[in-house]
């Protein structure tokens, strides 16, 4: 199983950016998918996660207003659009899904996720 992200880039302050999570095989459209985000020096921290119907999500405090999840299970994708990027927002971006099939807990641990994605870079600049 592989996941590929991409989408990021180095925007100013107030652009928006919207990032892929494409999977090589079926393991998204059964699973949770989640973001997860790094800034150097920090430790990895949630961003969404979305249920594999794609009818639950979770979405952090900092980012709820800003960020969606959503996701094609057709082209085996999720999206994380990222809209009035702040300089706080700089970090890797990885996605990240579940072994688990049809699980419907949206879990926030990194942990418990089994497979990743290479991570993508966004850099907002004030």
């Known amino acids: 199983v592989q996941l590929v992200d991409s989408g990021g880039g180095r925007v100013q302050a107030g652009a928006s950016l919207r990032l892929s999570c494409v999977a090589s095989g079926d393991v998204f459209s059964f699973n949770t998918v989640g973001w997860f985000r790094q800034a150097p020096g920090q430790e990895r921290d949630v961003v969404a996660v979305i249920s594999w119907r794609g009818d639950n999500k979770y979405v952090g405090e900092s980012v709820k207003s800003r960020f969606t999840i959503f996701r094609d299970n057709a082209k085996n994708t999720v999206y994380l659009q990222m809209n009035n990027l702040k300089p706080e927002d700089t970090a890797i971006y990885s996605c990240?899904?579940?072994?688990?099939?049809?699980?419907?807990?949206?879990?926030?641990?990194?942990?418990?996720?089994?497979?990743w994605g290479q991570g993508t870079h966004v850099t907002v600049s004030a």
């Open positions: 990240a899904a579940r072994a688990q099939a049809f699980g419907e807990i949206l879990y926030q641990d990194a942990r418990r996720y089994d497979y």
